[in-house]
């Protein structure tokens, strides 16, 4: 954590530019401002994967002057050319028609789905510890791999919030030296549907509704469940968004899970079946409801601001990744479960998951649309060592993802594209097409040549070929059917609803009422209400309730099944680094104390947000000013992991209901801003760890906050009361402030 050139202001990560602008617009001629410290561009490759020997920067603009495209300097960017100033335009404007016809093409079709995303480069390192299974080179001992992770939610467009109640995705692209290896998944380890042929469905179900285009990126309307509840299948993943993993904290605090069972193939030929986990090193955590919608109105960047000013921060998110291993055996089943089932999981306790390689995320993109827009993930962009199986799902998406990017990027050629380069040779014989921006040579693409001396060649699996398993293929007839094993949809639900604490129980009733309370039709509710009384009676019952209607009874006993502590996100220890710490302030607050806790926090590998009245610097007048970075008008709880009061500021100037709601208390007691008292309640009931100086505890009495209740830390030293809030924080939250209703 860098402080930054003794400019306070720069030791909080969210400066736009490289360097601070003038007051007055500059007219001195100079070179485009370099990027920021945390940011990257795609590694300088050709369209035909060779290192260029450049710098990085080479492919960015350059120059001092303002040209056309072509390179010819232009005098002027405001007025059309005239015949006259009055004038009408004249057709020869060569400036105004290029320009105004590359905005007009400024955008490509977005995602279907996945279209809202944000994204990082960094480096995976390998451990070693997968050598005995995969003879993938990317995997063996210390070897260091560039990669891109791009994250996203599912359904909404570009233009839609991060905090929605969502799946999401989590998708990295490894630049090997076999070739791209893409390992595209999600943050939740099950689909809705078991065969591709479903998913057209599944999103025009959960998408808004045609006719009014409502509502946007959720899934809280008829036509979703609608689709659920005549579709069992998809109940399990259903549930699973339904509970915290539907709103997560943040990317950084996110489990990825490629979903598919994949065969690994070693050095001797010898075949095993696995499934693919990131582990986040800072822990799996969610926002409650509450927050999500607060911020979506907020700050609907949420997600991505998080991940951006973690990094340039200097708290490099990271994961580990581990695989699930599972014998090769013709059933290509485990302990009865059916590993070609993608919605269903091997519980942990079944089968560990074993580390791999870490993941750390370490450079922003220096540009979203030249790498996080055009970056194209496909699962079959595979290197020697890992296969597919027969899973219908998979199926689907080796064909969906290459169709989608000939829309998206305009032809076959995406590959070429910066940020989609291969870190390795390519000799493809492709040719010609959209947007081909490699200059081939030779005569003869084809194959077999001899005009150009028989090249490309063949490579074998002894010169690093991709070589499929020759899996065998038992004889059958072709039918539209799914296994007898794909038809038990409410087991899996049950153990992932028994494995979660109290707490996230409740949450995922509140969850399933607000989303079924959003429907029109009973119908829909209660066919839902069915499908919830196939899991637990106790789930069935409250969300009834909650709904206004009977609960009914199973139809079946219910399985006894092992509940696996794995899936809960409460219970553990995490570490804290990147962490939001605000800390409230004004100009009566002890300002040593404040410059103290704010450089702890740093030390700390935590982010201090100082929160005063305004905006500007507290004891500007001192050789020492604080930045403020938040005022009383732009904070809320939601952006902060805890908060530390460290003075009672009195009512702001600016503290009146018609200039800001916020600071409309309902009482007449103007002893302390209403804004931190809302600050204070809305952290207190989303159950954050809460400090305060002993001069401050009286903002926690007029909050009605009291001051012995589990997670309130009040003391007169400030780095005590710091390390009693930061161990507070490695449980996420402090739960049993508000116990789980019995």
């Not at 007898?484 to 604490?501: C, G, K, V, Y």
């Not at 403020?628 to 003075?647: C, H, K, M, N, P």
């Not at 009040?714 to 009361?721: E, H, I, P, Q």
Request: net charge negative.
């Amino acid at each position: 954590m860098v402080e930054g050139d003794g400019d306070p202001a720069a030791a909080v990560p969210g400066r736009p530019g490289s360097q601070p602008p003038p007051l007055e617009e500059p007219t001195e001629p100079r070179e485009p401002l370099p990027p920021k410290p945390d940011q990257s561009p795609p590694e300088p490759y050709t369209a035909t994967g060779r290192p260029t020997g450049g710098p990085a920067e080479a492919r960015a603009q350059s120059g001092s002057y303002l040209t056309s495209a072509q390179g010819t300097r232009l005098p002027d960017s405001d007025h059309s050319l005239k015949a006259g100033p009055r004038g009408p335009v004249l057709l020869q404007d060569h400036h105004l028609r290029e320009k105004v016809m590359h905005f007009d093409h400024e955008r490509i079709p977005e995602r279907v789905v996945h279209a809202r995303g944000a994204a990082a480069h960094g480096v995976f390192r390998s451990y070693g510890t997968a050598e005995n299974v995969t003879r993938a080179a990317f995997l063996r001992k210390d070897v260091e791999t560039p990669v891109f992770t791009r994250f996203s939610t599912v359904v909404g467009s570009r233009g839609s919030a991060d905090t929605v109640r969502d799946t999401r995705g989590f998708a990295t692209k490894f630049y090997t030296s076999e070739g791209v290896y893409d390992l595209v998944g999600n943050n939740i380890p099950v689909f809705f549907i078991q065969d591709a042929i479903k998913f057209p469905d599944v999103v025009h179900a959960v998408k808004p509704h045609p006719d009014r285009e409502i509502p946007q990126a959720q899934s809280a309307h008829d036509t979703f469940w609608d689709f659920v509840s005549l579709h069992t299948e998809a109940i399990h993943h259903t549930i699973w968004f339904m509970s915290g993993r539907g709103i997560p904290r943040s990317y950084r605090m996110m489990e990825g899970f490629a979903v598919h069972t994949w065969r690994l193939v070693n050095d001797h030929g010898e075949t095993t079946l696995a499934k693919f986990h990131w582990k986040p090193k800072a822990g799996v955590h969610s926002l409650v409801w509450e927050e999500a919608q607060i911020v979506n109105g907020v700050d609907p960047d949420f997600h991505r601001r998080d991940l951006a000013d973690a990094i340039e921060a200097g708290a490099y998110p990271e994961w580990e990744l581990g695989i699930q291993t599972f014998p090769d055996t013709p059933e290509q089943t485990f302990q009865g479960i059916d590993l070609l089932d993608p919605t269903k999981i091997v519980p942990e306790e079944l089968a560990p998951v074993q580390p791999i390689g870490l993941l750390t995320l370490n450079a922003n993109p220096s540009n979203y649309f030249a790498e996080t827009e055009q970056v194209a993930f496909h699962p079959g962009h595979l290197v020697p060592g890992i296969d597919v199986t027969d899973d219908a799902l998979l199926a689907g998406r080796l064909f969906s993802y290459l169709d989608t990017q000939l829309l998206r990027l305009g032809g076959p050629n995406f590959a070429q594209i910066p940020i989609n380069r291969p870190h390795a040779p390519v000799n493809d014989m492709l040719r010609d097409g959209m947007h081909q921006t490699a200059v081939h040579k030779g005569v003869a693409p084809y194959k077999p040549n001899s005009l150009d001396g028989g090249c490309p060649f063949f490579a074998g699996g002894d010169e690093g070929g991709y070589v499929e398993v020759p899996t065998r293929v038992e004889a059958a007839h072709k039918v539209r059917k799914a296994p007898e094993s794909f038809a038990d949809h409410f087991t899996q639900p049950r153990l992932f609803w028994l494995s979660l604490s109290p707490v996230e129980r409740e949450h995922t009733i509140a969850a399933f009422t607000f989303e079924l309370g959003k429907c029109y039709e009973n119908a829909i509710k209660e066919r839902t209400l069915r499908a919830l009384a196939e899991i637990d009676p106790y789930l069935c019952e409250k969300v009834a309730a909650g709904l206004g209607l009977p609960a009914p009874e199973a139809t079946r006993e219910l399985p006894d099944v092992q509940p696996s502590p794995a899936l809960s996100q409460v219970g553990r220890t995490w570490p804290t680094k990147g962490r939001v710490i605000g800390v409230v302030a004004d100009e009566h607050a002890d300002l040593d104390a404040v410059r103290a806790l704010r450089g702890q926090i740093f030390d700390g590998g935590m982010v201090p947000l100082v929160v005063a009245p305004t905006g500007g610097r507290l004891g500007a007048d001192s050789g020492d000013p604080i930045v403020a970075q938040r005022s009383f008008a732009t904070a809320r709880s939601v952006e902060f992991d805890a908060l530390i009061v460290a003075g009672i500021p009195a009512r702001g100037e600016d503290a009146f209901a018609t200039r800001d709601a916020k600071a409309w208390s309902g009482t007449t007691d103007v002893s302390v801003d209403p804004r931190v008292l809302q600050l204070l309640t809305e952290a207190y009931r989303h159950a954050k760890p809460l400090g305060a100086l002993s001069a401050a505890q009286q903002a926690f009495d007029l909050a009605d906050i009291p001051a012995d209740t589990p997670g309130i830390v009040v003391g007169d030293d400030g780095a005590a009361v710091l390390r009693e809030v930061v161990d507070l924080l490695g449980h996420h939250r402090v739960w049993d402030r508000f116990p789980a209703h019995a």
